[in-house]
């Protein structure tokens, strides 16, 4: 019986890197591409590939003939889209077309997930659970080329029958996260204080909000779920249904130090778009077509980030 493959791209960001972990220990060859010259898992096989340069992803599909692609590659950053819009257009929207079209050409077969963005949906919609069925409404560069690619991936199922499923992932977190990303910039500054690297004073934007958190290692679960038993054309929410205030995950990690840390608010970690007080995510839809669950508790997953910059 011949190994089963999967292709992800961008496979040396955050995700990519446990969506492959996962994927080798589900016994599959696993295929990555991004656009730096070597990958960051040595474990898999991998290609240097400019998603937009399709004849070699063409060549890339026909050769592999994956049973599953997943796409994660693109602008995840939110300030970065706002700073080149039609940067971000490029590689979210265009860059999606060219892996929607060159599976149609060359892997028509392959189960493909799309990733998208919780920034698909209106900051300021009235309700605090967000189904699948509110209609989006994206208030930003990012969210508006997420939902353009989920468009055009959605005439891809219905005008040539291809197998692409579609998240609209919430915020998620865990060991090896950007400090670009709000709970790993904190756990990173409070090691830092640890050391003795800098001030006993951690930076913060607002902590109004409460956001809905989920583990990457529970999210890179329901990617593979959602190709494994979930359904073409549908999009599914990931997400943990559950509420984090900012100023309790802080505290939950300064006080992992034995230091007294002043919080003072600085101006350059003020994201400049408005963001509703509680907006949680629901994941019943995925829940019911995939048997997928959120298993790892908030406290573990600060934990492990904490403990991933301590062994940086």
């Given at each position: ?7 992800i791209?961008?496979?040396n960001?955050f995700?990519?890197k446990?969506?492959a972990d ?14 730096t010259?070597?990958?960051?898992n ?7 590939v400019?998603i937009?340069e399709?004849?070699?992803?063409c060549?890339?599909f026909?050769?592999v003939k994956?049973e ?5 590659a693109g ?6 889209a706002d700073?080149?819009?039609l ?8 860059g ?7 599976a ?9 997930l799309?990733i998208g ?9 009235n309700a605090?659970?967000i ?8 208030e930003?560069f ?10 055009f ?15 609209r ?15 790993s910039?904190?756990a990173?500054q ?5 050391r ?9 934007g607002?902590l ?12 890179v679960?329901g ?9 073409a ?7 943990s249904?559950r509420?984090?205030?900012?100023e309790w ?15 003072r608010?600085?101006?350059?970690k003020m994201r ?8 949680t995510g ?7 077509h995939?048997?997928w669950k959120c ?7 600060l ?5 991933y910059?301590r062994?940086?």
């Amino acid at each position: 019986m011949s190994t089963q493959s999967a292709i992800i791209t961008g496979s040396n960001g955050f995700v990519g890197k446990w969506l492959a972990d996962l994927l080798q220990t589900s016994g599959y060859r696993v295929y990555g591409i991004d656009n730096t010259d070597t990958s960051r898992n040595p474990s898999i096989e991998y290609a240097k590939v400019n998603i937009l340069e399709k004849d070699k992803l063409c060549d890339l599909f026909a050769s592999v003939k994956p049973e599953m692609i997943f796409h994660l590659a693109g602008v995840s950053y939110l300030p970065d889209a706002d700073k080149s819009p039609l940067g971000s257009i490029e590689i979210n929207v265009l860059g999606s077309l060219s892996i929607f079209e060159a599976a149609r050409i060359a892997s028509p077969s392959s189960a493909i997930l799309f990733i998208g963005s919780s920034k698909e949906y209106n900051s300021n919609i009235n309700a605090t659970v967000i189904t699948e069925d509110i209609h989006p409404l994206p208030e930003n560069f990012y969210g508006i080329t997420k939902y353009s690619a989920e468009l055009f991936g959605q005439q891809y199922v219905r005008q040539f029958g291809m197998k692409i499923s579609f998240t609209r992932s919430f915020n998620h977190t865990g060991p090896g996260q950007s400090p670009l990303f709000v709970c790993s910039d904190w756990a990173k500054q409070i090691v830092n204080i640890e050391r003795g690297l800098s001030e006993p004073v951690l930076l913060t934007g607002s902590l109004e909000s409460t956001i809905d958190f989920t583990d990457v290692r529970d999210v890179v679960d329901g990617y593979y779920r959602i190709l494994k038993y979930g359904k073409a054309g549908e999009v599914y929410n990931v997400c943990s249904g559950r509420g984090f205030t900012l100023e309790w995950i802080l505290t939950y990690l300064a006080e992992k130090s034995g230091k007294k840390i002043e919080i003072r608010s600085e101006q350059s970690k003020m994201r400049g778009h408005a963001t509703n007080r509680y907006l949680t995510g629901d994941n019943s839809k995925l829940m019911k077509h995939t048997g997928w669950k959120c298993s790892i508790p908030m406290e573990k997953t600060l934990d492990d980030l904490y403990e991933y910059w301590r062994n940086c």
